[in-house]
């Protein structure tokens, strides 16, 4: 049996994308992945409320309070803090640089089991 990909959800607002992703979670169309954390870019967002309702931890990392290079080392802690093997931008607004993206897709390599 193949373990289960773990999914982080990057967000910025209301979560309508990632309301639809935990759905299809909870009716067993993601069978070889499992959100496991959802990270805004905006304090406040709906979407961290979704992501609640769902049983699924949520938190702001807001990208307005710090640098670039900060942010995605605030993202880096919290990706590897779920040891995140998959990267989902559902409505993320903010840029990400190369490294950041290329980093978990790369180590992990479980695209393909999704």
Known sequence: MLKKARIAVLVSGGGTNLEALLKAQESGSIPHGEIVV?????????ALERAKNHGVPGFAV?????????????????????????IILAGFLSILSAAVSYTHLRAHETLRHL
Not at 38 to 46: I, K, M, R, T
Not at 73 to 86: G, M, N, R, S
């Open 62 to 86: 807001p990208r307005k309070a710090m640098t670039q290079a900060e942010f995605e080392t605030a993202l880096e802690e919290k990706l590897t803090e779920y040891q995140a093997d998959i």
């Open 38 to 46: 959802v990270l805004s870019s905006a304090e406040g967002a709906y």
